[in-house]
């Protein structure tokens, strides 16, 4: 049977990578179905008729906004997702795979990296609290259509994430490497003596270029994966060693400075990819150096900042 794929949020970061290793798919943004409307889903799934749906569609943003807006992200992104679930099934959709993202794990554990049984041993961080809390409910709803109706529905739990499609025009919007790489820019211009991180540069993450996440995403669907993972570089660093290596990588000499009035966010949620390369043998993330330097490259010519 051919495979008709829907990708929901196929206009953002993540998106525009899949664009250009699965151009066959139909791409959908906010712009062409508002998913927190059901009768627009509805819509669009029943004319479609898809096989495949890859729902990367979210209300995202950064740790002042998600505290800021608990309930607006808590609304959007649980109406969204329950539309988006229950009319793929309603539409008998044979593969739906949500995109969730490892802010949903415990802010706390014993036990370092988190794999996907430690989901539910605690609540999400603070700081990413309504957000976390949707994507984890996505998880059980997936769970939930499997057991009841025989479906073979998966998830995949992406860790930060950063890109040439990021919103670099958005400082609110954009990813730490995406933010951080603009502020590097901006200080050298601006003739600046150095750069200003939140926090105190100590809490630990694992950072991963957005095509990777795609890459993944279009061998799931071409080989019929429907197991729930992880997908994580396994290298992990600090917000400060992240700034070290972005400054080296580029050439820049500027001091680091951090504002502690800030807040750091969650210290650590470092998971496993193990389960994820038992099932893609051989797969190879992106270096973090050279995916800084495409980033950087693609800022200075969109932009001309330099």
């Known amino acids: 049977m051919d495979k008709k794929i829907l990708v929901t949020g196929g206009t953002g970061m993540v998106g525009k990578y899949l664009q250009q290793i699965l151009p066959e798919a139909k791409y959908i943004g906010s712009k062409d179905c508002d998913l927190t409307d059901v009768k627009q889903v509805d819509e669009l799934w029943g004319d479609y008729k898809p096989t495949n749906v890859i729902h990367l569609g979210a209300k995202v943003g950064g740790i002042v906004e998600n505290l800021n807006s608990p309930a607006e992200f808590y609304n959007i992104n649980t109406i969204m997702n329950t539309n988006v679930l229950s009319m793929s099934h309603k539409h008998d959709v044979d593969r739906f795979t949500g995109i969730l993202s490892t802010c949903m794990y415990p802010d706390v554990v014993e036990t370092y990296p988190m794999t996907e049984n430690d989901i539910h041993l605690g609540a999400p961080s603070f700081a990413n609290f309504s957000y976390g809390f949707t994507k984890r409910s996505l998880s059980v709803g ?3 259509y499997n057991r ?4 073979q529905y998966n998830y995949l739990i992406p860790c930060n994430l950063y890109g040439e499609y990021d919103h670099f025009d958005d400082p609110e919007k954009c990813h730490f490497i995406t933010a951080l790489i603009r502020k590097i820019i901006d200080a050298n211009n601006s003739g600046q003596r150095g750069i200003e991180l939140f926090g105190t540069g100590k809490p630990l993450r694992q950072f991963m270029h957005a095509s990777d996440l795609a890459r993944t995403i279009k061998i799931v669907i071409e080989h019929d994966i429907i197991e729930s993972f992880n997908v994580a570089s396994p290298e992990e660093n600090s917000i400060g060693e992240m700034a070290e290596i972005t400054l080296k990588a580029l050439n820049f000499d500027l001091e680091i400075n951090y504002n502690t009035e800030k807040p750091d966010g969650q210290y650590r949620k470092t998971v496993s990819c193990d389960r994820m390369l038992s099932l893609i043998k051989g797969f190879e993330f992106t270096k973090l150096e050279d995916g ?10 969109k932009y001309g900042w330099l």
């Open 148 to 151: 009841q109706y025989n479906r």
């Open 292 to 301: 800084v330097i495409r980033v950087y490259d693609e800022v200075v010519k």
């Open 142 to 144: 997936i769970e939930a």
